[in-house]
């Protein structure tokens, strides 16, 4: 019994001693001042003094910890400020999670990281100094933080997620030069008012779903559901973006305008920002499906380099009245455009492919030039009562025509659907009172009923761009139809009582090449088969105007010596063409 005793008491002796000590984790008092609590935490010293100043020094990174296993977390309440000294690189996890007497932080000037939940419910810091060095702020690191106000840093930061969640009274963060933003980042953060992230790429939910007080935010790409229903943001600065995600600023309802160089628009990307007046977005390739559905303010849409456009995109923007930078569209999505009653001018070039399900359906003031050379689908109602639409119809490589799609145009002429049209639907044509005769090529074997009708009484088009209602006569002037002999167009003239005319099957001239002399004239003697054929006019153009010029008769004149081609093309719609040699000596 005496040896138990004598072990208890010894061993209790050395417990004494070693608090007695002021040593924590194999430190001894020589290293730090006489009266601190100190120790070791792997290569690097620190201390905690009278005053509540705790110190750490050495060179690399300080280890990582699990929630209170830091070597000094039975002194959590007595430390009110940290310095971390010069040499050190990384603050590690929980190093200081709940050492909540702490005021103020300095990071020194070596500083690169700091680990997850480095200083989470730290609730009385009020003052951090971030050096330059500082590069990744990791998930949590300073959660619940509750008296920071303010944030600023030069470093090109990476922020994890959450890492200045429910910091309440921050009101200011400049992180100008900062890389990355995660999601949550400051979410429930009621008091901020600003953000300047620079170009920072900002993750889902930066600033959570509750805010009320964000009213700018300047920032880089935004990733899905970045700014997500801010409804109190009315400045969004994101010129240095490469993209805006899915519903990147879905909500922002106080929004009046975007100023952007991203590339791509996602879907529904600002989906119920109903304050947008005006957007730029100078580079952008692509818009997402519903990217400005139904934003009733948006008056003027400016682009630079538009290849594609996205169903519902820009549907029911009963304000939008300009439109710039689309003509290098290259595919139109279904409903793009629907219902844009004040839109007043679009134009396109030859490189338009694809023109979607009711596209322009109800634009009735728009005006402008679409190049159909190189469209092969058209789809239903595509410019349904597009009444002030004076395109041409120039089609060559169309394949199909949807129902509807030019019914009411009475602006719109042309006449051929070009060789590879296939299919046309019902009322496609009708009311395009313009429009003399149709060619419709051999192939073309499926063509709707009403097609060629003129006489358009009313169209209704409902709010989200469908046909629902037409009133139309059969009797009057219909659109003649221009093909051969023997082929579905001319029994469809027949069984609508249209008029049919022969089309042109080829052209002929009396020589394949021809020399002239400068200054000098030929006459290139042309016909056309079948004779009967009811348009016969060609149209002559040159390959090179410094070789030799052709007027509408088929004159040419010799300008400089060379070669050159002069192509020779039928007028009916029927795109027959025969191309001559002219050399010029």
Known sequence: MKKIISLIMTTLILVSAFFMSATVNGATDKNFPTGTVSGSCGDLYWEIDDQGVFTIVGNGPMEDF????????????????????????????????????????????????????????????????????????????????????????????TVGKYAFSRCNVLKHVYFPNSKSIGSYSFSRCPSLVDADFGKATLN????????????????????????????????????????????????????????????????????LCTSVKEIRFHQAVSIGDKAFYELHRMET???????????????????????????????????????????????????????????????????????????????????????KLSATLNFTKVRTIGKQAFLGCKGVKGNTLGKSITKVGAYAFMGCSKVKSLYFPTGCKSIGKNVLVKKLKGVNINENGSVTNISYSTKGKKIAVCSNKGTKAQAYAKKNKAKFRLAVKSIKTNKNSYTVKRNRLITIKTTVNPRKAVNKAVAYTTSNKKVAIVNGNGTVKGIGKGRCSILIKSKDGSLKTKSVTVTVK
């Open 66 to 157: 699990d929630n209170y296993t830091a070597y000094w977390y039975l002194y959590d309440a007595d430390i009110k400020k940290v310095v971390i000294g010069d040499g050190i690189t990384r603050i590690g996890s929980y190093a200081f999670d709940n050492c909540y007497n702490i005021t103020e932080v300095d990071f020194g000037s070596t500083v690169q990281s700091i680990g997850v939940e480095a200083f989470r419910d730290c609730s009385h810091i009020n003052n951090i100094v971030f050096s330059d060095s500082i590069k990744n702020i990791e998930d949590y690191a300073f959660y619940n933080c509750s008296s920071i106000e303010h944030l600023r840093t030069t470093s090109p930061l």
């Open 204 to 271: 889902s939910f930066v600033f959570g779903t509750r805010e009320l007080s964000v009213k700018t935010v300047v920032a880089g790409s935004l990733k899905d559901k970045a700014l997500y229903n801010l409804s109190c943001l009315r400045t969004a600065n994101i010129i240095n973006a490469d993209y805006i995600g899915y519903r990147a600023l879905y909500g922002c309802n106080n929004l009046t305008s975007v100023n952007s160089y991203a590339k791509t628009v996602g879907k529904e990307a600002l989906l």
């Open 301 to 387: 849409a400016e682009f630079g380099k538009l290849q594609s456009v996205g169903n519902y995109a820009f549907a029911k923007c009963i304000r939008l009245s300009t439109i710039t930078g689309v003509s290098n569209l290259r595919k139109i999505g279904s409903y793009a455009f629907a219902g844009d009653t004040a839109l007043k001018k679009v134009s396109t070039s030859s490189r338009l492919t694809t023109v979607g399900d009711c596209a322009f359906s109800n634009c009735k003031y728009m005006t402008g030039s679409f190049n159909f050379a190189n469209v092969t689908s058209l789809g239903a109602s595509a410019f349904a009562n597009c009444q």
